[in-house]
């Protein structure tokens, strides 16, 4: 089945660093990776849509110089969440869409950034 | 209007039981619909795609109605495993983005 990988899964940081994120697709390439958020007790909400080898698409809302997005190959993505608050602390989670294959998305295991 | 809205439960339900959630979308031109399950503190996990013609997966059925614009899931004999949220999704027409529903909690209960 189709994997996609997340590192750190767990990152606690002090105000004003900058933490960077990876999703890797490791069984398969992925044209495009999605960055999503989601709040305690929310639903997930989508990010910014990544695709490879070209400047990432942001959401309404969200600050493209905060959230760093660079999709260098076809198996990795990074978010890079720059000058970190405490209001940045969420779970991140990443996916990622086959090549030229069907709408299905799958999911990283998270990663849970807590800024003190 | 939110875009995919759900009941957010939570439903509790004894072991055995059948339960359904429904979910509705505003976006009458979408064309691709998803269960998805969530366990807390995980990354949401495929349950199934829903089809125009529904479709079933052993316990796990799904429902299309594109005339009142919702999707149901149904689940019959209800395990103590199947506690989670259940997350609806839609998929923005002429774009592979999803839109999420806040999700439908379900606690099985011994």
């Known amino acids: 089945g189709a994997v996609v990988s997340q590192h750190p899964s767990r990152v606690i940081c002090k105000s004003g660093t900058s933490v960077k994120i990876e999703c890797r697709s490791l069984?398969?390439?992925?044209?495009?990776m999605f960055w999503y958020r989601q709040f305690p007790k929310q639903s997930l909400m989508l990010m910014a849509t990544?695709?490879?080898?070209?400047?990432?698409?942001?959401e309404q809302g969200v600050e493209k110089d905060k959230f760093l997005i660079n999709h260098a190959s076809l198996t990795l993505s990074t978010l890079t969440v720059t000058s970190a608050h405490p209001e940045d602390s969420s779970f991140y989670i990443c996916?990622?869409?086959?090549?030229?294959?069907?709408?299905?998305?799958?999911f990283g295991p998270g990663t849970r950034l807590t800024v003190l | 209007r939110k875009e995919v809205e759900q009941d957010p439960g939570p439903f509790n339900v004894p072991e055995g039981a059948t339960v359904a959630f429904n979910c509705t979308y505003s976006?009458?031109?979408?064309?691709?619909f998803f269960w998805y399950r969530q366990d807390c503190r995980k990354e949401p996990k495929l349950l199934m795609s829903?089809?125009?013609s529904g479709n079933e997966d052993g316990r796990f059925t799904a429902q299309l109605n594109r005339a009142s614009q919702y999707i149901s899931l149904l689940i019959r004999d209800s395990k103590l495993s199947d506690s989670a949220t259940y997350l609806c999704?839609?998929?923005?027409?002429?774009?592979?983005?999803?839109?999420f529903g806040t999700g439908t909690r379900l606690k099985v209960l011994a």
């Open positions: 069984d398969f390439q992925a044209t495009t």
């Open positions: 829903v089809y125009s």
């Open positions: 999704v839609v998929r923005t027409p002429g774009t592979y983005k999803y839109i």
């Open positions: 996916s990622a869409r086959r090549t030229a294959s069907t709408d299905t998305q799958y």
């Open positions: 976006n009458s031109a979408s064309q691709s």
């Open positions: 990544s695709n490879e080898g070209s400047k990432a698409t942001y």
